[in-house]
């Protein structure tokens, strides 16, 4: 049997490898010249530094991204520490970190909020409480990420807080995700478990562990991996699809 795995983000290199893993033929489809999807980096205009696109926050109980890590071989790319620590940056070079404490979930994180100085007392009040709604009440989940910040907590908050934990989990503006996705993220990702979730990060560019290194382990396990070429649909003869037309 031979199966077309038709995008290669991380979702798309998941199931190429647990195909290839039961003995079929598989061939992995990309239209951007690298794998990744959204995990990928860049280098500024001027300078060789990279920045990574996509979630740059890889909490400790995503459970099912690190077995696949694990079963690549790129587990050891990552880090973990504990107590963990989120670094924020503002558009004016500030600095500062959501520092985890030592304590049971969800309190290892609500007293790093109340000491997160990048906002001031009332704010952070706020946040906490948004956080502990977000852990105990059901949500509209008609609602977007945006909508329901904007009726709890105000601009600043949402700008120096909420919009850059959002884009380093999820990847998104919290206009264009629904609020159960970032209730998703603190009670199973913050929140699960005696310790919650430690905040983990990529060692290296996520372009040179995804495109580079998981790219040759697929290629040596015997996948066909085809940049650059947008799939266009299938092509059927006899009731069966036969074969995948590619742009150009």
């Given amino acids: 049997m031979h199966l077309a795995v038709i995008g290669g983000g991380i979702a798309g ?19 951007r010249p690298y794998l990744g999807g959204r995990l990928t980096s860049h280098t500024g205009a001027d300078s060789p530094t990279f ?21 690549l071989g790129i587990s050891n790319d990552f880090e973990y520490p504990w107590p963990g620590a989120i670094p924020f940056a503002t558009p004016n070079g500030q ?14 994180f609500a007293a790093g909020l109340l000491g997160f100085t990048l906002l001031p007392w009332p704010s952070r009040c706020r ?18 990420a945006g909508e329901w910040l904007s009726s ?11 919009r850059p934990l959002i884009r380093s989990a999820l990847n998104s503006d919290p206009e264009k995700i629904p609020v159960k996705y970032l209730q998703t993220i603190f009670r199973e990702g913050f929140c699960r478990g005696f310790f919650g979730g430690r905040p983990g990060y990529a060692r290296k560019p996520l372009s040179k562990i995804f495109d580079k290194n998981v790219r040759q382990v697929l290629t040596d396990d015997g996948i066909e991996v085809i940049l650059k070429s947008p799939a266009m649909g299938p092509i059927i003869e006899k009731n069966r699809v036969t074969a995948i037309r590619l742009k150009g």
């Fill in 127 to 144: 946040t906490v409480a948004a956080s502990r709604e977000l852990l105990s009440i059901r949500i509209d989940a008609s609602l977007s």
């Fill in 13 to 31: 290199i998941a199931a190429a490898w647990k195909i290839r893993q039961t003995g079929a033929q598989v061939t992995l489809i990309e239209a």
């Fill in 152 to 162: 709890r907590v105000n601009e600043e908050e949402q700008n120096l807080f909420w």
């Fill in 51 to 71: 920045f990574d696109n996509g979630a740059h926050l890889f909490l400790s109980t995503y459970t099912q991204s690190r077995r696949l890590f694990r079963s």
């Fill in 95 to 108: 600095r500062h970190k959501l520092q985890e404490w030592p304590l049971p979930s969800p309190w290892n």
